[in-house]
């Protein structure tokens, strides 16, 4: 089965060929209007989501397909205590190709091993979120041209925010990409993702929006992640760390891109909105087309099996990630996975017990 359950899983080769046919989708919708009759999407969103579950219902639908799922954990029988494995063995049955989104991180690797249909990861935790990152790509492709020799700043939750982790991994893959992390020293990148992406990769840290502007072709704005935090009083210190108004992009350069995966809550004053280098509404709105190139490519492609059975379980090891699947006790009978020293649902490094 092919699945997308990290960027990286798909090459740079068909990453362009998913724009392409995004781009195709775009100019001539009425000629797929029934690519995909009579096939099912399972949408499981575990976790809340307005553009990412709505635009791949109206992606389905766009190809002529049918959607079905549920939007919250609450009317599912997770409720009840049923584990991630069982309720896609469930689904599979049900559906052709599954979209999920769960707040444990690596979720989406338990429901890839156990279903019979694509999987594809609209957001694990604080993780991942690749499917978010194929809208940002095309967005900029659409409004730079390229994806080479930029310079991209990302500002605010580069902790918690799992579209910051994989447009990172996603970019890094370019010739001359450099990334300006702007953060407070509590919502720095986590290693992980500095270690593992960005270890060949020009990158500089700062807490200030205001040094990093002008040297900047893309802004990339993330909301603080309320949801991710252990303290409220935590989150309530550092929610207003960076709004971005039109004050402060009169020093940008005339051809800055600004994206935003949104919802926004303050980071982004709405004086920017009507500025032409103010991109993310139609960031939001490409997001549909790519879902659809996707769905296609996944469905499409016969004969894989990416199933995540790398690893092995080793008794000496435990990940302590509370945010992993793998964690506790509530996924019964998955199994611990380690390799390199890393968790593989989670990547954080295990510690020795
Ligand atoms: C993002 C997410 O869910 O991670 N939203 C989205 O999918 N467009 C960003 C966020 O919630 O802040």
Excluded: W
């Excluded at 989708?25 to 209007?33: A, G, Q, S, V």
């Amino acid at each position: 089965m092919r699945n997308l359950i990290n960027i990286l899983d798909l090459t740079t080769e068909e990453i362009d060929e998913l724009i392409r046919s995004a781009s195709e989708i775009i100019d001539n919708p009425e000629l797929y209007k029934n690519s995909c009759r009579g096939k099912i999407l399972g949408t499981l969103f575990f976790e809340p989501s307005t553009r990412t579950r709505l635009s791949f219902t109206s992606a389905m639908m766009g190809l002529g397909g049918d959607v079905l799922g549920f939007s919250q954990a609450a009317s599912s029988s997770i409720s009840k205590g049923e584990t991630v494995a069982d309720t896609i063995r469930m689904v599979s049955s049900y559906s052709d190709i599954i979209v999920m989104r769960h707040p444990k991180e690596g979720a989406p690797i338990v429901a890839s091993n156990v279903a019979s249909v694509p999987v594809i990861n609209a957001g694990d935790g604080g993780h991942f979120h690749p499917t978010q990152t194929l809208t940002d790509l095309l967005t900029i492709k659409k409004k730079k041209g390229r994806f080479d020799n930029l310079t991209v700043g990302v500002c605010g939750d580069l902790k918690y925010g799992r579209t910051v982790h994989s447009l990172i991994s996603a970019m890094a893959r370019y010739e001359g990409v450099k990334f300006v992390l702007i953060s407070p020293p509590e919502l720095a990148l986590p290693d992980y993702v500095k270690n593992e992406f960005l270890k060949n990769c020009e990158y500089c840290e700062t807490a200030s929006l205001e040094e990093a502007i002008p040297s900047l072709d893309i802004l990339y704005m993330t909301r603080i992640q309320a949801e991710r935090f252990d303290s409220k009083d935590e989150y309530e210190r550092l929610k207003d760390t960076y709004i971005l108004n039109a004050e402060k992009l009169k020093c940008a350069k005339p051809d800055l891109s600004i994206l935003h995966p949104l919802p926004r809550v303050n980071e982004i004053d709405t004086d920017v909105d009507d500025d032409p280098r103010a991109h993310y509404f139609d960031q939001a709105t490409y997001g549909r087309y790519i879902r659809m190139a996707l769905i296609l490519m996944l469905l499409k492609t016969k004969g894989v099996d990416d199933r995540r059975t790398h690893g092995k379980e080793d008794k000496h090891l435990v990940c302590t990630n509370p945010h992993c699947i793998s964690h506790g006790d509530s996924e019964r009978g998955i199994k611990r996975l380690f390799e390199g020293g890393k968790c593989i649902y989670c990547d954080q490094m295990a510690e020795k017990v």
